[in-house]
């Protein structure tokens, strides 16, 4: 029987689980979206649930769990500012979970999570742009010297 037993283990010591959830919850909470195994989405997606439907009630207490789940303010402040507003009509289901096919190397099942209605610029945030490098820069003025 399987009484007792609330949440997949993962395989995994309980710290090892709780720094993987909190870490993977920033990640989302950041990008918006996030490609992992499926049974880690699965694991991962009640949680996103609740700190969303927590960012909802706007009180000091909420604030506070958040920050203490979360252990960044300023993912606490987008599900407070950002994400709580853009669901405030949605009574549950923010995320989805889309199947990606099998990873090459152990074919791991792989997943997609995801915010419904999501921003899409928000998982190019920390892309930096294409910019010329220092020595593409000095072999031009080599150039221009020698010409």
Do not use: C, W
């Not at 395989?11 to 909190?22: D, G, I, M, P, V």
């Not at 994400?83 to 995320?95: I, P, Q, V």
């Not at 889309?98 to 920390?126: C, H, L, T």
């Amino acid at each position: 029987m399987r009484h007792g037993f609330a949440n997949k283990k993962l395989n995994r010591t309980s710290e090892h689980r709780k720094a993987l959830l909190k870490n993977m919850l920033n990640s989302l909470i950041k990008y918006e979206q996030i490609k992992t195994t499926l049974p880690k989405a699965k694991f991962l997606r009640p949680q996103a649930e609740k700190l969303i439907t927590l960012g909802k009630k706007d009180n000091l207490q909420t604030t506070k769990k958040l920050v203490s789940q979360l252990q960044d303010i300023k993912s606490a402040n987008k599900v407070k500012k950002t994400l709580s507003k853009r669901y405030e009509k949605r009574n549950g289901g923010y995320t989805r979970i889309i199947k990606a096919g099998f990873r090459y190397g152990d074919n791991a099942p792989m997943a997609i999570i995801e915010f419904v209605d999501r921003d899409i610029e928000a998982k190019k945030i920390d892309k930096k742009k294409k910019t010329p490098s220092k020595e593409t820069d000095k072999k031009e003025d080599k150039k221009a010297v020698t010409a």
